[in-house]
Each structure stands twice: as structure tokens, then as C-alpha cells.
């Protein structure tokens, strides 16, 4: 079964300083790996993927995301953070797709992250 | 805005009641999903659809749930009997295909059984 672990419910980052949110995956097999953000009172909106090829993918508002496949961590990143970035952030994780199903994403348990000004 | 549309935002109900969400994908997207999620927790899957056919269920889609995509256009997932236990936020999603295309989150439908 696969699994995504977001070791931290809560980031607190100044605004202007880097942020980082982690995240940990286990799958059998190639991972498809997603973050999504979540406001208050909105659905969730797609950010990144790392699906194949480099390991850096750049995604939507600034943010991008390093996929580490030793350390099965695929970590979101932001070089400045602004105030306007402080929501709810969820990775999640989907096997490559091999005909047998298993199409549903797992995702993990979220982190708030907290821009402050 | 060609988003996924979900109806009704809210919904209140006692329990023992049947109640019935619709989801409209995206219209090119023949891949459709929902999913459940409840407070301090991330969405979980629950079933998906390519074009008409109900290809996959999570163990989490008691017999009282059930979905259908009758023309492979909307859905609608129904669940009867309720339970205070359903009380949560029923999240569609639709994708243009397989292999790594991200899924597009419609706002959901807030359940709350009394």
C-alpha cells in the first residue's frame, strides 16, 4: 500500500525567508508525485508534479519541489515567502500507472503553513 | 468557468436519511474521482470512473455508498442511511487522462448528519 507522510502540521516562516514543507512517500513502484493547495473554503489547487527527468520541478506561484528517490522525499520549497502563500498544503503520491488500477491519489494529512508578516 | 462544479455546496440532514451529491467534470476530461475528507485529515480516495465505467473502489465505500456516470459526463454519489460518521467534505476531481496528469479539484459538498 502506499502511503505520504507530512511530518510537520504547522511551518511558521517570516515573510522574506525561504520555506521549505516536508514530505516523505512509500510506494512499490515508480512514484507520480503531486502537491495541491487548499484555502479556506476552496477546493484544491494543483501546484506541481514530478512525474519523470529532473528532479527540481517548478511549479505555479513561485514554488517548486526537489524529488529525492533515496530519501523518498519530494519537499516543497519557495525561495521568499510572501503572507498571501499561508494555507493548507498537501502532498500526495500516486504509483505509475502499470493497467492493474490504483488510478486514486493518497494524500498526506496536510501542513499549515503560516507566513508571517 | 470551466472548472469541476459540485452540487450541493451544503448539505444537512438527519441521520437515516439518503442523500445525493452531483459532480461536473471538466467536458474533455473522461476521468473522474471522489474523494472524502474530514477535518485535520487529506482527501481520501474513494472511487473512480473513466468515461461511464466504475473501474475502482476503496474498502473506505461501505455498501450504503454508491456512484454512478450514467453518459460519462457528470456523477452523482449517493449515500443511504446516513451515519454521523458520513459527516464530511465530498471532494470530486476530474483528469483528461491517465499517466500522470494532475487531477482538477471541484470546491466539494460539506455533509453534516445530525
Known amino acids: 500500500a502506499q502511503s505520504v507522510a507530512q511530518p510537520e502540521d504547522q511551518v511558521n516562516v517570516a515573510e522574506g525567508n525561504p520555506l521549505t514543507v516536508k514530505c516523505t512517500y512509500s510506494?512499490?513502484?515508480?512514484?507520480?508525485l503531486f502537491w495541491y493547495v487548499q484555502y479556506p473554503n476552496r477546493g484544491l489547487q494543483f501546484l506541481l508534479k514530478?512525474?519523470?527527468?529532473?528532479?527540481l520541478v517548478k511549479g505555479s506561484y513561485g514554488f517548486e519541489a526537489e524529488f529525492n528517490k533515496s530519501q523518498t522525499s519530494f519537499h516543497l520549497k519557495k525561495p521568499s515567502a510572501l503572507v498571501s502563500d499561508s494555507a493548507l498544503y498537501f502532498c500526495a503520491v500516486r504509483v505509475e500507472y502499470s493497467g492493474g488500477g490504483a488510478d486514486g491519489l493518497t494524500f498526506g494529512k496536510g501542513t499549515h503553513l503560516i507566513i508571517q508578516p | 468557468d470551466t472548472g469541476v462544479s459540485q452540487n450541493p455546496r451544503h448539505k444537512i440532514t438527519k441521520r437515516g436519511q439518503n442523500v445525493t451529491f452531483r459532480c461536473d467534470p471538466i467536458?474533455?476530461?473522461?476521468?473522474l474521482y471522489w474523494y472524502r475528507q474530514t477535518l485535520g485529515q487529506g482527501p481520501e480516495f474513494l472511487t473512480y470512473f473513466q468515461n461511464e465505467a466504475q473501474l475502482e473502489k476503496s474498502r473506505l465505500l461501505s455498501d450504503r455508498f454508491s456512484a454512478e456516470r450514467p453518459k460519462g459526463s457528470f456523477s452523482t454519489l449517493e449515500i443511504q442511511r446516513t451515519e454521523q460518521g458520513d459527516s464530511a467534505m465530498y471532494l470530486c476531481?476530474?483528469?483528461?487522462?491517465?499517466?500522470?496528469?494532475?487531477?482538477?479539484f471541484g470546491p466539494g459538498t460539506r455533509l453534516t448528519v445530525l
Open positions: 510506494v512499490s513502484g515508480n512514484p507520480y
Open positions: 514530478y512525474i519523470t527527468g529532473d528532479n
Open positions: 467536458s474533455e476530461h473522461n476521468r
Open positions: 476531481a476530474s483528469s483528461p487522462q491517465r499517466g500522470g496528469h494532475e487531477q482538477f
